[in-house]
């Protein structure tokens, strides 16, 4: 059951509604829009966006890709990257002129001084904040400067915060607008809808045409039944999802522990081992000692001997 099991029982009698079953707003319901503009100003100080409702974050994505960009643009992923954004990018054609930006190797942040010197040409840049697959939180000043690098190049700036509640200790997630920003947000995380499949943009009103023809010609609407069940669980708020973090805290914490137990074990003072991120979402990077030459052989190892799942750090460009 999604984790607001009363909103559940709702949509369940909705189904019987005549209106479920038809065509819906392109961009979503106009009352869930609105609900979802006030969430974006009080919460995460995004004002001034238009809002359009999609199936899932990833849906989302590829909105945003086809919108901003053709086949020849450069466009930029910060390794290590989400993969689906990757894979996005070679289903429209753009991979052939991915810019790969590396990260500074202690905080996993993008490497400020690498980004500057490439950016320059590139048509669109991705961020996840929280990181998908580290964990890293984006402090608001870094963010900002990243924008503004953004800004003076001409390259508009997609930051995914599908994690957007998923911060740990005293870390904070922000979020930026401007004409050269898009946000994406999403319902399968905090509020236990992966299945229904709700996300949803935060983009400049110039970017609507755009936006809409992509949006017609992939899911004509967002289905309604689901963007019902939204609409109620955005009743919950923001703390009715962080009252629910205790566990996953707590778990975050004994595989951190364990992780640096066991490379500490393995591992000598030189030899490159250790842990990176894990300050929000629900991963982490564990960087192996150097004389693991493929990670993919350890992964199956821990899946076959241990039954114990990860994946591999190159999947996502990253140092594991």
Same mark, same amino acid.
């Given at each position: 059951?999604?984790?607001?099991?009363?909103? !559940?029982? $709702?949509?369940? $009698?909705?189904?019987?509604?005549? !209106?479920?079953?038809? %065509?819906?707003?392109?961009?979503?319901?106009?009352?869930?829009?609105?609900?979802?503009?006030?969430?974006? /100003?009080?919460?995460?100080?995004?004002?001034?966006? !238009?809002?359009?409702?999609?199936?899932?974050?990833?849906?989302? %994505?590829?909105?945003? /890709?086809?919108?901003?960009?053709?086949? &020849?643009?450069?466009?930029?992923?910060?390794?290590?990257? %989400?993969?689906?954004?990757? #894979?996005?990018?070679?289903?429209?054609? +753009?991979?052939?002129?991915?810019?790969?930006?590396?990260?500074?190797?202690?905080? #996993?942040?993008?490497?400020? /001084?690498?980004?500057?010197?490439?950016?320059?040409?590139? $048509?669109?840049?991705?961020?996840?904040?929280?990181?998908?697959?580290?964990?890293?939180?984006?402090?608001?000043?870094?963010? =900002?400067?990243?924008?503004?690098?953004?800004?003076?190049?001409?390259?508009?700036?997609?930051?995914?915060?599908?994690? *957007?509640?998923?911060?740990?200790? *005293?870390?904070?997630?922000?979020? +930026?607008?401007?004409?050269?920003?898009?946000?994406?947000?999403?319902?399968? $995380?905090?509020?236990?809808?992966?299945?229904?499949?709700?996300?949803?943009?935060? %983009?400049?009103?110039?970017? *609507?045409?755009?936006?809409?023809?992509?949006?017609?010609?992939?899911?004509?609407?967002?289905?309604?039944?689901?963007?019902?069940?939204?609409?109620?669980?955005?009743?919950?708020?923001?703390?009715?999802?962080?009252?629910?973090? *205790?566990? +996953?805290?707590?778990?975050?914490?004994?595989?951190?522990?364990?992780? =640096?137990?066991?490379? =500490?074990? /393995?591992?000598?003072?030189?030899?490159?081992?250790?842990?990176?991120? &894990? =300050?929000?979402?629900?991963?982490?990077?564990?960087?192996?000692?150097?004389?693991?030459?493929?990670?993919?052989?350890?992964?199956?190892? +821990?899946?076959?001997?241990? &039954?114990?799942?990860?994946?591999?750090?190159?999947?996502?460009?990253?140092?594991?």
């Amino acid at each position: 059951r999604p984790s607001c099991g009363k909103s !559940q029982d $709702k949509a369940a $009698k909705m189904v019987a509604d005549p !209106q479920t079953s038809a %065509y819906g707003a392109d961009d979503g319901l106009p009352e869930l829009r609105q609900r979802l503009r006030h969430k974006l /100003a009080v919460e995460n100080n995004v004002r001034d966006v !238009q809002v359009m409702v999609t199936a899932g974050a990833n849906q989302a %994505y590829m909105n945003v /890709a086809l919108a901003l960009a053709e086949p &020849g643009d450069r466009v930029g992923l910060v390794a290590p990257y %989400y993969f689906n954004h990757l #894979m996005a990018l070679q289903m429209t054609g +753009l991979a052939d002129t991915l810019v790969p930006c590396p990260s500074e190797p202690h905080s #996993m942040l993008p490497d400020l /001084a690498a980004l500057e010197a490439v950016i320059p040409g590139m $048509k669109m840049l991705t961020l996840c904040n929280p990181c998908n697959p580290t964990g890293v939180v984006y402090p608001k000043d870094f963010l =900002q400067r990243v924008s503004d690098l953004c800004a003076r190049a001409g390259c508009w700036l997609v930051v995914d915060n599908t994690y *957007e509640y998923f911060v740990y200790g *005293e870390h904070e997630h922000d979020a +930026l607008s401007g004409d050269h920003v898009v946000n994406i947000f999403s319902f399968s $995380k905090a509020y236990g809808m992966m299945g229904w499949r709700v996300g949803y943009l935060a %983009y400049p009103p110039a970017l *609507e045409p755009s936006l809409m023809k992509v949006q017609d010609t992939i899911p004509i609407c967002p289905p309604i039944i689901s963007q019902r069940l939204a609409l109620e669980t955005l009743a919950f708020g923001r703390e009715w999802v962080l009252s629910h973090f *205790e566990t +996953l805290g707590k778990n975050r914490g004994a595989v951190v522990a364990a992780l =640096q137990e066991g490379l =500490q074990t /393995a591992s000598t003072p030189d030899n490159g081992a250790r842990v990176y991120g &894990g =300050q929000g979402a629900i991963y982490l990077l564990a960087k192996l000692p150097h004389h693991f030459q493929d990670d993919a052989v350890l992964v199956e190892r +821990l899946a076959k001997e241990h &039954g114990v799942v990860v994946i591999p750090g190159a999947a996502t460009r990253g140092r594991s």
